[in-house]
Every structure is written in C-alpha cells, then in structure tokens.
C-alpha cells in the first residue's frame, strides 16, 4: 500500500511536495564540481537572458551584442606545451565591434591564485582576448578591483574584471524583481539561477563572518590593549570593507537601486584598509556609509567595540526659514511612530559642540533642544542616532555580528530613513489686489507707476525717439508737462507731492 500521501488523495499532498528544480544542487560531491556547476549555470542563463547578460557586463564595456555568446572549460595550450583550462569564456559582437574575455571562477571558501590569474592574462594577451573576469566570493568595492596581486604590466593591453557571485546574485535579483524580463520563459529561467544561488549547495555566499581573529580583536579593544600594526587588526579591517560592500549590495536587492559606500576617486582599498585599522587600533570603533539614492541623507554605521554597541544615525538638514521652535517641531512631527530612546542632536551655526536630547525628552518639553543661552538662534542641521547591542559571536547564526549589524541596518532604514522627507521652501506666489471701485482715486502706497502702452514699445530708429526728450526725461513724451520734484524750464526744481503719498496723483488734470 503507498505511502506519504495524505487522506483525500493525491491532489491535497502536492502542496507539502518540493518543486522540480531546472539547476539541483544535490549530487554535487566535491568543491571542483560545485565550481564547474556553478559557473556554468551562469554563463548558460547569460546566454539565455541577455537582458541579465548585459546588465552584468555593462560595467566591463561590453557591447549591447543580440546574443552573449558563452563557452565553458576552453583550453589553450602555452609555450611549454601545457594545456590551460580558464572555466569559460563570453563574447559580444555588435555591428563592428568584437568584445571578449576569459572567465576563472572560484566557490565556497577557495580563492583566487594570483599565478594562476597571471597566467590566463598571458593567454588572454596571446589569444586577442580583451581581458580576464574573475569570480569569487570575495567582495570588492567595483569591478576594476582585484583580490588578486599581478604584476602590473601584465594590464598594459590587457583588462582585468573582478565579481563576487553576491553581487552576480544581486544583479539577478534587480534584474527579476525590479527592472523585469520582457521574456515569460527567460524570467523563469533567471529565477532558477537566483534559487540556485541562494541555496548553500552551490557554494556561493555573501559574506560568512569577520575572520577568525574577530573575538581576540574585539576583547582586546574592550581591554584596551589593542595596537596599531597588530595583523589581526589588519585582518578585521579587511573582512569589515568586506562586510560594508556586503550590506550594499544586500541593500541593492531589496530597494532595486545602486547603494554604494561612498569614496574618493584616488583612494585604493588598501588605502581604505589603513585607515579602517587606524581607527580601530586607536578608537576600537567601525565606521561605514552607505549611500542610498534619493534618501534625506547617508546612512551611518558605528561599531564601537569597547561598548559594545552599534549606532546607526542619518543627517537631516533644518528648513531655512521660520523660528527656531518651527524648525524643530518640523522635525519631530516626521518623528511621530519613532523609537522614544532615538537620540535627536541639533547642530547650530557657529556652535562648537550639538545640543542633543531623547526623543521622548523632546516631546514632553521641545525647548530641551533650543541653543543654549539663545534660543532664537535657528539650527542648521539635525543628527538622528539608533544605538542598540552589538552582536557578539561570529558566523552569521543569531546573535552574530553580521547578522544583527544588517538586521539592525535595515530596520533603521526602513523604519525611520525611508520616511523622513526633506525640507522644502514654498514657492513665491504672485500678490492678488483687492477689487477697488472705479471711481477711487487714490491709489496704493506700494502699487506700481503703469506707463503708457506707446512707451512700452520704444522702436529702434532715430526717428521713433523724436516724440521724447533725452536723458532723465527719455520716456516722457514731450507734450507732458515734466513731474513736480524734476528740473522746470528755468533749470531749477521744486518739490512736489509723492505719488502714492497725497490724494492727487502726478498725473492728475
């Protein structure tokens, strides 16, 4: 007799039943075979979605090409005779322009090799190859960002590109939910790579924990005995720009938009690095912004691991205009559903130091927050702080750092940041004059002169100014006598009434 179907049927177990996926990820049995599954999957669905494919390349200059082209395991041989196997290769041809490039990709916990990567830039050179894209889980600010070190005349001819399969995962995730597929059949498709992906089977991942050295280094802060040139502080900087790079991404899935962590032009990863192990040898803090566009402000992440406790704060400029109790109650008006232990911090000009304060203590009395010894004086900014536990552990199990740090990340956003709104001015409106009987004669103190209609229109010939007198007088016809208070014939003057002032007008018969 069958059995693990349920009374009623066939029909009322289906629900219970996992679906038949296009791309399973049992039977894989080693780490190779993971990495040839995977890589392949990709290159196959960028062949067969390439508004994917395109989206992914774009960064790397490729063409808009009809079709990506893509190959798995290609072999070349080199001079000594021995045979290279790059995991794949992918060609763009649009109109006369040829685009292509060799693919190494690693999964799980394997890295790049920079000899091995040397090489395939070799072939690449060799071969007309536009240059070489590495895959790994390594994550990298952009895509001209290594984790590999070659030697640099090797990139003279030839480009190298560098993805993490977080960000391959993100890009398949914007492409599905936000931006979409034209192609019913290929959005199936592409959702199949995305659940591939997400699984732990394929050996690809976001970002596991902050190294094995992170609880000796956070002790150590607590402790006070951390010290610059330590290389386990050097390690805990470098998982942390991974980690910033991570929370980017995670958050580019979920709004559809690019979220970056801002830098300069000229400053390298490992000229960030320095600095994030500076901070935290002499500090014992983390610190990252994330940059969401059209949000009110940058979004601020502060580690402190001597307190243990994480701090989450955006910057909000202060309207412009009304009082300084206006523009605070502006303020907290956006901040009706907020957190009562939410820290409000008001920046005034020319003040040293914030004026700050609960947001339960600016409720119950709003002047708390007004500038010391005068409160006219109107803010110019405000600072908006949600500090809670850090977590402890490593992994990305409950508790974890990583885990609680992007928990805590998206709760402040979308809680909090999502929903404030930016100041803005009301325009200038147009002044409306009260109706007036026909028979007034007295005018407005502050209504306009209205000139005559020939004298608007002035023309350009000698001619048309013959009607009007030069200098002062040029747009008084000459047959109008001269306004009380200007030169009379005799060349004197005299003072007459002001327009708008007494009950005659100037012009009045």
Known sequence: MATGVAEGGVASGTADWPH?????TYGIRSQEEQEKRATACLLAVMHGVPEFGHAL????GAPRSPSVDTSAEVRFKNAEGKTDIPDGAIVCVRGSKR??????????????KDEQVGRYLDIARDQGFDGVLTISNQITHGVLESPVCVDGRKLRRTKL???????????????????????????WVLRELIHYLSSEGSGVSGFEDMGEHWVSVRSAARDGTLRQGDPTIRQVAEHWEQFTEYLGLSFSQELGRNVVAPRSRKQTTS?????????????GVLEATLRVPDAIGDLQIYADLKARQTSLS???????????KSRISWLLRQLTDSWPDLRVEVWYPHGRESVAATLQQAREQPDVLFFPGDPKREPRSFTLTLSRPMGQKRGRTEGSFVRETRAQAVTFYRDLVQNLKAWQASPPKIRTEPDQPASASVSAPDALPLLPKDVLQLGTSNDDMSDFDGGAASLRPQNEPAARGGPDERG????????????ERPDAP
């Open 99 to 112: 685009w292509t490039c060799l693919v190494e990709a690693k999964t799980g916990s394997a890295v790049l």
């Open 161 to 187: 590109w560098h993805l993490s399969w977080w960000r391959i995962l993100t890009e398949a995730v914007v492409q599905s939910r936000h931006r979409g597929v034209s192609d019913p059949d290929q959005a």
């Open 20 to 24: 038949a996926r296009l791309i399973p």
């Open 57 to 60: 390349l774009a960064e790397l």
């Open 271 to 283: 000229g960030r690095v320095d600095e994030v192990e500076k901070r935290l040898a002499t500090g």
């Open 492 to 503: 004197g003057s005299s003072v007459g009434p002001v327009r708008g002032v007494t009950g």
């Open 314 to 324: 955006v910057s909000v400029g202060a309207p412009t205009e009304g009082r300084a």
